[in-house]
């Protein structure tokens, strides 16, 4: 009796054991294949995360170059303006100097144009004199023994004859022209008359030349009996 309740127990125990390893047997294989699985998906995550990161990355990358390239852009934008407002400026200073060349160049012609209106009229004055003075020339030369000669510098010599009556061919002369103010200029007489300066004024104030040259010839003939 005894003997059959050990062995009865003892198969009890053998029994237990038994399911006990089994059961931790069982355990520990899931527990491994927990673990195994457990590190497969950190693995897992690890690797989709590290994609992550690295697309993040250029995603970044690329955002700094896009920035960059803005700032570059905006750059050569902000060049471009100030070259542009440079352009601009330059050209108007150069409108602006065309203008006043323009306004200079319209004022020359006019100055030129009233230049040019006054020296024809004063060369038609001096051509009016000159006819003036030829008739009188003629006229003197017959009447008075009076030749006229064009000399340098745009001079005329006025030479007299038929003055002294020992030497009727001696010649009594002076120079005369016009000078810048269009006025009588006379010089180089000879022989030398004192009163020359004087009949030089009288003659300006009165342009009476006929006048002149008849006082002029008496202011020789003065000399010859004085």
Not at 7 to 25: P, Q, R, Y
Not at 63 to 90: D, G, H, P, S, T
Not at 193 to 208: D, G, H, I, M, S
Request: net charge neutral.
């Amino acid at each position: 009796m005894v003997e059959d309740e050990l062995a009865l127990f003892d198969k009890s125990i053998n029994e237990f054991w038994n399911k006990f390893k089994s059961t931790v047997s069982d355990t520990s294989c899931q527990m491994v294949g927990l673990r195994e699985t457990y590190k497969d998906s950190i693995k897992a995550f690890a690797e989709k995360l590290s994609v992550k990161l690295k697309e993040e990355e250029r995603m970044v990358e690329m955002f700094l170059e896009y920035q960059n390239q803005i700032c570059r852009q905006n750059k050569l934008i902000q060049e471009k303006k100030e070259n542009l407002l440079k352009l601009i400026a330059e050209v108007k200073d150069k409108k602006q100097e065309v203008e006043a060349l323009t306004a200079n160049i319209q004022d020359l012609k006019e100055e030129y144009a009233r230049k040019k209106e006054t020296i024809s009229t004063a060369n038609k004055a001096n051509e009016e004199r000159l006819k003036r003075l030829q008739k009188s020339a003629d006229l003197y030369k017959d009447r008075l023994g009076l030749e006229i000669r064009k000399i340098y510098g745009d001079k005329l010599q006025f030479i007299f004859t038929d003055i002294d009556p020992k030497h009727p061919d001696r010649p009594f002369m002076f120079s005369l022209c016009l000078n810048e103010a269009r006025d009588y200029e006379v010089s180089d007489s000879a022989p030398r008359l004192e009163c020359l300066a004087e009949f030089q004024e009288k003659v300006r104030q009165t342009n009476n030349f006929s006048a002149f040259l008849a006082n002029v010839r008496k202011a020789f003939t003065a000399l010859v009996y004085n």
